[in-house]
């Protein structure tokens, strides 16, 4: 789905409302080290789905707090932002920063699996003269 300039601002600024609520008005031990990755706000405002990124063996308690404090996050953007609804908050893991350290460490194994190969080459060839 094609975003327009609006609607990215509006995204950006739920994302950055409730990074700053979970940063300073929620005080569960579960959500601290949860970064919140991206936004989408439906286009009537009623519907924010909110991706978020943590350490891998703290994505159930993460969603449990969540779940728990969704109410709480719920009212307290609607005090910090003026729309003419607080829409609905759905939590999401998003898994895409642990793609991504997987395949840098792919790619970063593959390259010293080929510095090796190549030093043992040239170290053949050197035996050779």
Known sequence: MKQSA???KVNEQAREV????LL????DPRLHLVTITGCEVSYDRS???VYYTTDPERYAGA????EAAAGHIRSLMAKKLSWRVAPELR??????VDQAEAISQALNSEREHQEKRIEEETIGEDREY
């Open 6 to 8: 609006s609607n990215r």
């Open 18 to 21: 409730i990074a700053s609520i």
């Open 24 to 27: 300073f008005d929620v005080s």
């Open 47 to 49: 519907v924010c789905n």
């Open 63 to 66: 969603q449990s707090a969540f």
């Open 91 to 96: 939590f999401y893991v998003d898994t895409s």
